[in-house]
RNA sequence: GGUGCGGUGGCGGAGAGGCUACGCACCGGCCUGCAAAGCCGAGUACACCGGUUCGAAUCCGGUCCGCACCUCCA
C-alpha cells in the first residue's frame, strides 16, 4: 500500500516517494524546555509520533529525530525571573518533557540532539555560509542575507514586499534586507555564551534545526515536521540556511522533501496565550484525564485541521476508552492471526491512516468493527484481533490505562469499597433499595462507578 | 495591508458531483428494584447569494463570518 501525504511546500497530497525506502528520515522542530508542555506542544507530538509509527507499518527502517531547544531568549528570561540557573531549568523541563510525552503514548524519537551539544556545528555551519557570501558580519552580529538566497519565501509564499509593507516591528539598522535574520548574536553579561570567530556570543534560533538535522539525519531527508505557525519564519529560514550551503539556487527539496505542518490548537476559539491565562497545560490536564484519554482526543480531528480545545473532547474521548476497554476485557483473543495486517479489514483501516493520516476515518472503520461484533458478522476472535490491532498501531495504550486505575487505589482503599459494595449487596437483598443507592452515591462521590451484573457488581475507578 | 486555513445536524468530526460517514448528547424501546453499562430503533446537516449540471454540501463566481501567520510561539 503506498502512504499519501500533504505537502504544504507544495500545497498538494502527494505519493509518499521516500528518497531511500531502506532509510526513512523524518525531523521534527521539538520544544523549547523552559515550562512545562502544553496542548499544543502534544498535539505536535502526538501527531509526528503517529507519522512514524504508521510509516513504520510500510518501512522497516524509519528514523525519528526531534530536537530540544535549550538555549533561546525565553530560557534566559525564565533563569532571570526565577534566580535560577538555565541548566538546571532546560533539564527539569527536558525531563518533564519526555515523562508527559509519554504518559501520552509518545515514543522518543530516535535521536533528541540539544541544541547546546551543537554549537560547534552551528559555528562551522555558519562560518560556511559567510565564506560563500550568504551571509554577513556587523558588529559581532552574524546575519543571513536573505537577497543571496533564490528560493526565499517559497515555503510560506510571501514576497519581500509584502513583507516590508506588513511589516509591525521596526527593521534593526545593522541588515541590510529587513528580512535577513540572525544566525548569530553577542551575548549581553551574564547571558550564557560561547567563544566563535565573531567574539562571544550565542546562536540565533533558526540555526540549531539546520545544524541538528544535517548532523542526525543528513540531507536531503524524507520529512520536516512542526507546527504551522513555524512554517514562517522558522521553516522558511532553515531552508534558506541548509540549501545555501550547496548553492544560492539549490532547491528546497535538498534540505527536506516533503513538508509536514499540523494544525494550531485554540481554546474557546482563541489562542493560548499567558496574558489570558488559557494555557492549556498538558501537566494539569494529566490531573484529571489519562494520557490515553488525552492522545485519542487529539487523534479525533485530522491533524492539518484548527483544534478548539475543551473538556467536552475530553469526555467524549473517556467514553469511546471505556468502550474500547470494555469490549476488549470481555472479549479476549484466543488465537491471534499472524497476518492480521495484511487481513483486508485490516487494510480498510490502513488506507484511511495512509491517507494522509485520517484518523477520523480510521476511527469510523474502528467503530464499524464494533458493530460487526454485535451482529456477529466476523468471527469474535477475529474482530477483536483487529480493534485490538489498530489501537495499538494508533499508539493507544488500554492495558495501560486498566493498571494505572487499579494501581491508584491502595489496599486499604479497595478494601473500603469492597466493603462497601458488599453492604449495600445485603441492602438490596433485604429490599433497603434507600440504603443501596445512599451507598452507591457515596462510592459515586469517591470515583467509583458500579455495574450490577449477572456475575455480580463490579466496580472501576473513573479517573 | 499581505499570506494561509476554515465555516457540515444540539456538540465533536470525516467525506467531496447522485450512495446512512462515524462518535457523543437527545428521544422511544428492551434489560434492571432503580441506576450505570449494554442492546434495538428514530430524528436532525452541509454559512449566504448567484451560476454550471439531469442532479451540487461537494465544481465556478461573489458575499459574510471565524482562526492562524507576517514579532517569540507547536
Redesign the pocket.
Known sequence: MTFFIYDSFS?EKKKFEPINSNNIRIYA?G??VYSYAHI??A??SVVTDLLVRVLKTIYSNVKFVSNITDID??IIEASISSGKKIQDITEKFHEIYNNEMKSLGVNKPDVQPKATDHINEMIEMIKSLVEKNAAYVVDQHVLFDVSKYKYYGKL???TKE??I?????EVADYKKNPEDFILWKPSKKNEPSWNSPWGEGRPG?HIECSAMSEKCLGTPFDIHC?????????HENEIAQSCSLIGNDCKPDKFSKYWFHN????VN????SKSIGNIQLVNDILKKYSGNVIRLSLL???YR????WSE??LD?SK??LM?FN?TLEENGVKKKDNNIMKNQHMSEFLEALYDDL?T??A??VL??W??KL??KDLPNDLIVHLIESAINILGLNLKEEKNNSENVINENKKKVIEKMIEDRQIA?QNKD?KK??EIRDKLKKMNI????TTEGTKWILND
Open positions: 500545497r522542530c520544544p523549547t499544543g506542544n498535539r505536535m531568549d525565553k510560506s509564499r510571501r509584502e513583507q509593507a506588513g511589516s509591525r516591528v534560533w512542526g507546527g504551522v505557525d513555524l512554517r514562517f519564519p522558522h494544525g494550531f490548537v485554540t476559539g482563541e489562542k493560548m479525533s480531528s485530522h485541521q484548527p483544534m478548539d467536552k473532547i467524549q467514553k469511546t468502550r470494555k485520517n477520523p476515518k476511527l469510523a467503530n464499524g464494533f458493530e454485535k451482529k438490596r433499595f443501596a443507592d462507578l458500579i455495574d450490577d
